[in-house]
């Protein structure tokens, strides 16, 4: 059974760091796309990171320079690094597995995320 | 990047309705769409993929059309279970991906 197990959400300060795992199971990590998604409080989903199961690493506009997804391979967990952390990345990160269509991927299954609150 | 515009951004209706969603895209997304149920403090799940093909698991009152710019989420006769909201997700490249705004299905 396919299972993904976020942890690491917590209260932050502005200009902080936090990093969230995802630990997966029933699959290999390596093997798959695997990538992030956030929902802030009362807010739609919006992609935010993912890897390709090569390891080409893609972010969105407002994370870049500031996350870093990586994986552990040997632990089959997905990881996000998050620094310089400001009030608008407050929300919950989901990690979800992507599955390859051809030309892209979708989201087969997903955690029950983590919340990351940015305040002072 | 591509935009995904879904309408209504509200939907209420009653145990039994016929209920559809609309989700267009800014440019051509070919069949390349997924749609996902996300009900309250919950993560999402996956409904639909390549436009109409229905994920494992999923009832048969879900289905989905469309290409190009335009699809539809139809549920045929909605259930207790379908109050929640909906997002539609265009894959149509590599790299990025892009939800709709959601859809809320309440009860009328």
């Known amino acids: 059974e396919v299972q993904l197990v976020e942890s690491g959400g917590d209260l932050v300060q502005p200009g902080g760091s936090l990093r969230l795992s995802c630990a997966a199971s029933?699959?290999?990590?390596?093997?798959?796309?695997m990538g992030w998604v956030r929902q802030a409080p009362g807010k739609g989903l919006e992609w935010v990171s993912v890897t390709s199961s090569g390891g080409i690493l893609y972010y969105a506009d407002s994370v870049r320079d500031r996350f870093t997804i990586s994986r552990d391979n040997a632990k089959n967990t997905l990881f996000l690094h998050m620094s310089s952390l400001r009030a608008e990345d407050t929300a919950v990160y989901f990690c979800a597995r992507g599955w390859w269509d051809l030309r892209g991927y979708y989201f087969d299954y997903w955690g029950q995320g983590t919340l990351v609150t940015v305040s002072s | 990047d591509i935009q995904m515009t879904q309408s209504p951004s509200t939907l209420s209706a009653s145990i039994g309705d016929r209920v559809t969603i609309t989700c267009r895209a800014s440019?051509?997304?070919?069949?390349?769409l997924a749609w996902y149920q996300q009900r309250s403090g919950k993560g999402p799940k996956l409904l639909i993929y390549k436009a109409s093909t229905l994920e494992r698991g999923v009832p048969s009152r879900f289905s989905g059309s469309g290409s190009g710019t335009e699809f539809t989420l139809t549920i045929s006769s909605l259930q207790p279970d379908d109050f929640a909201t909906y997002y539609c997700?265009?894959?149509?490249?590599?790299?990025?991906?892009?939800f709709g705004q959601g859809t809320k299905v309440e009860m009328k």
């Open positions: 440019q051509s997304i070919s069949g390349y």
């Open positions: 029933g699959f290999s990590v390596s093997s798959n796309y």
């Open positions: 997700q265009h894959y149509n490249s590599y790299s990025h991906v892009t």
